[in-house]
């Protein structure tokens, strides 16, 4: 099993590097309800290279928000961070352009 903090859409452990598409949090065992969805939306967004320690899956949990191509964002349940997507975690497993 990989390691990391994301969640892919098997529900398996990736880094916040790799290609795999990403497990929605709509999805996630955490089933939002829309007053969670409305606070997660009110929440800041930072750059992901200001979180120190990124893919330590004792500290987060990375779950997909939104999902407009250049609309998604990353959230994790346990910090109440949302912040922006990696290179990889933007292209996912669709085609460089």
Same mark, same amino acid.
């Given at each position: 099993?990989?390691?990391?903090? @994301?969640? *892919?859409?098997?529900? *398996?452990?990736?880094?916040?590097?790799?290609?795999?598409?990403?497990? /929605?949090? /709509?999805?996630? +065992?955490? /089933?939002? =309800?829309?007053?969670?969805?409305?606070?997660?939306?009110?929440? %800041?967004?930072?750059?992901?290279?200001?979180?120190?320690?990124?893919? *330590? +899956? =004792?500290?987060?949990?990375?779950?997909?928000?939104?999902?407009?191509?250049?609309?998604?964002?990353?959230? @994790? %349940?346990?910090?109440?961070?949302?912040?922006?997507?990696?290179?990889?975690?933007?292209?996912?497993?669709?085609?460089? =352009?």
């Amino acid at each position: 099993m990989s390691t990391g903090a @994301c969640f *892919n859409m098997r529900g *398996n452990l990736c880094t916040v590097n790799s290609f795999d598409d990403r497990m /929605k949090y /709509k999805d996630s +065992p955490y /089933k939002p =309800d829309n007053a969670e969805m409305l606070f997660i939306s009110e929440q %800041p967004v930072i750059n992901h290279e200001k979180v120190e320690d990124i893919d *330590n +899956p =004792d500290k987060y949990e990375w779950y997909e928000i939104g999902g407009e191509k250049y609309g998604r964002t990353m959230y @994790c %349940p346990k910090s109440n961070i949302r912040r922006t997507l990696t290179f990889a975690e933007f292209y996912q497993s669709s085609t460089v =352009d």
